[in-house]
């Protein structure tokens, strides 16, 4: 059964970067793709990328200048880096193989 | 970007009774890629539907999804207790991905 877990600080100073780790278990990250997710507190969803196992990824363009997406298989982990977060960036970040099973989610404040 | 808007915003039911949720897109939706999820309070999103109409593993038939091009439906057969959530659809066949902004089905 494959999980998916996310790590990372849950709380981020405004201009910093924000950056999470989704570790992998019970099945290889080298097929598929890998997604993440993310919603405001009491907000909607919203799709912020996926990486191919290969590397390839796509980003959704309200975020491209500020997301990057890599993948590391020797580790199953793939993660999330977003530059120069505001407080419109505070949310439950999940990640997701493609989107049929998802983390669990963290909570990520970006406050000073 | 397709954007989705999901009707009605809140759908107050009973147990057992037939729950009817709509997703329109402002444009026709690739290759009908398009899914449905459900999320309890504090959970995350769980895939009940993709391609339209498929079933993901383990959800119960009195689950369906239906339509094509700009409309789709979700359909509960017969709403059991657990069924009370926020259900979420979103189409996958054009980038940006995008999600409705939710149909919250609670207890009349």
């Known amino acids: 059964q494959v999980q998916l877990l996310e790590s990372g600080p849950g709380l981020v100073k405004p201009s910093e970067t924000l950056s999470l780790t989704c570790t992998v278990s019970?099945?290889?990250?080298?097929?598929?793709?890998w997604t993440w997710i993310r919603q405001p507190p009491g907000k909607g969803l919203e799709w912020i990328g996926y990486?191919?196992?290969?590397?390839?990824?796509s980003y959704n363009p309200s975020l491209t200048s500020r997301v990057t997406i890599s993948v590391d298989t020797s580790k199953n982990q793939f993660s999330l880096k977003l530059s120069s977060v505001t407080a419109a960036d505070t949310a439950m970040y999940y990640c997701?193989?493609?989107?049929?099973?998802w983390g669990q989610g963290t909570l990520v404040t970006v406050s000073s | 970007e397709i954007v989705l808007t999901q009707s009605p915003g809140t759908l107050s039911l009973s147990p057992g009774e037939r729950a009817t949720l709509s997703c329109r897109a402002s444009?026709?939706?690739?290759?009908?890629?398009l899914a449905w999820f459900q999320q309890k309070p504090g959970q995350a999103p769980r895939l009940l539907i993709f391609?339209?109409?498929s079933r993901a593993t383990g959800i119960p038939d009195r689950f369906s999804g239906s339509g094509s091009g700009t409309d789709f439906t979700l359909i509960i057969s017969r709403l059991e207790p657990e069924d009370f959530a926020v259900y979420y659809c979103?189409?996958?066949?054009?980038?940006?991905?995008?999600f409705g902004q939710g149909t919250k089905v609670e207890i009349k």
């Open positions: 997701a193989m493609g989107f049929d099973l």
């Open positions: 019970g099945g290889s990250i080298s097929s598929y793709y």
């Open positions: 990486i191919y196992y290969s590397g390839s990824a």
């Open positions: 444009q026709s939706v690739s290759s009908s890629y």
């Open positions: 391609a339209t109409s």
């Open positions: 979103q189409q996958y066949g054009t980038s940006p991905w995008t």
